[in-house]
């Protein structure tokens, strides 16, 4: 399996999922300022997908250059990692319509909880299929700090936490992946380098 190629196709994917995001922006009817600020939810919710596709992007493009060898579960395992991100437009226009409501939230917070959660599974399945003919490989995509960060207890019981206030206060949740991702995006790459 060809790593490029898939990481190439990856990005094709991406780039048309932000491309369609921006495309639901509703042009005003009017020149009033006023018109355009009603926009204000969209805004706010093309912002948080925005950035969670770029971190994820990111962090992807990471995990792909320090991998040597790739397998043909990899490749599903990214595919559906790809389906999980592409569902991202539709979400993100249902919870800019209903951004205090408790369903939209919730669904959008499931599609960035199954993200997370495949990632991981990408990221360990790359460590095995470098395990053999690389350990030094397989040992530094394990310690890629997005993945042990996903799988941290802190991270699953704000998860958890998050579900319930979403209750109370859906926009939390939005509140949340946007501090999670930007806190994701903050943090040192085990060889030094500064992941975002």
């Not at 491309?19 to 948080?48: C, G, N, R």
């Not at 490749?75 to 790809?82: D, Q, S, V």
Request: charged share 10%; aromatic share 18%; proline share 5%.
């Amino acid at each position: 399996m060809n790593k490029q190629r898939l990481e190439a196709f990856s990005d094709a994917i991406l780039a048309i999922v932000i491309t369609i995001m921006v495309l639901e922006i509703h042009i005003p009817q009017s020149s009033h300022l006023a018109d355009f600020a009603k926009s204000w939810p969209y805004f706010v919710a093309y912002l948080v997908s925005f950035f969670m596709i770029t971190v994820i992007w990111y962090n992807h493009h990471y995990l792909f250059a320090v991998t040597k060898h790739i397998s043909r579960a990899t490749y599903w395992i990214n595919a559906g990692w790809l389906f999980v991100v592409s569902l991202l437009p539709v979400m993100t226009g249902w919870v800019s319509e209903h951004i205090t409501a408790r369903g939209p939230e919730y669904l959008y917070f499931l599609i960035y909880l199954l993200w997370s959660a495949i990632y991981v599974v990408l990221v360990e399945q790359m460590a095995r299929d470098n395990d053999k003919k690389s350990p030094e490989i397989a040992k530094r995509i394990r310690q890629i700090p997005s993945y042990h960060g996903l799988m941290s207890f802190g991270f699953l019981g704000s998860c958890g936490v998050i579900i319930i206030a979403t209750y109370f206060w859906p926009p939390i949740s939005m509140i949340f992946i946007f501090g999670s991702l930007f806190y994701g995006a903050v943090q040192v790459a085990p060889d030094g380098d500064q992941l975002f």
